[in-house]
């Protein structure tokens, strides 16, 4: 399972207007501090994501749902292994 976590993190940075470049590099690694944990894992699928997000409010939207989803899974099943 992917985890979203910090994803509201990397999407209140979008919404301060910060340029992608300050938030990951051209490989998916974090260059802000508020991106490195939700860039920890999978990070050129989700460096994609954001790139979409910039300009997009919908995908901004959706990367906030996304991990409010993951953090319910994580309370109601605690010994899964969600990331």
């Given at each position: 399972?992917?985890?979203?976590?910090?994803?509201?993190?990397?999407?209140?940075?979008?919404?301060?207007?910060?340029?992608?470049?300050q938030?990951?590099?051209?490989?998916?690694?974090?260059?802000h501090?508020?991106?490195?944990?939700f860039?920890?894992?999978?990070?050129?699928?989700?460096?994609?994501?954001?790139?979409?997000?910039?300009?997009?409010?919908?995908?901004?939207?959706?990367?906030?749902?996304?991990?409010?989803?993951?953090?319910?899974?994580?309370?109601?099943?605690?010994?899964?292994?969600t990331?």
């Open positions: 399972m992917v985890s979203f976590t910090g994803a509201s993190k990397v999407v209140a940075l979008l919404d301060a207007g910060l340029p992608l470049e938030i990951v590099d051209s490989c998916g690694r974090h260059v501090p508020d991106a490195q944990e860039c920890s894992s999978h990070s050129q699928a989700k460096r994609s994501m954001i790139r979409k997000a910039v300009d997009d409010l919908g995908v901004r939207a959706r990367m906030r749902d996304l991990e409010d989803r993951h953090d319910r899974v994580k309370r109601l099943y605690p010994c899964v292994n990331g």
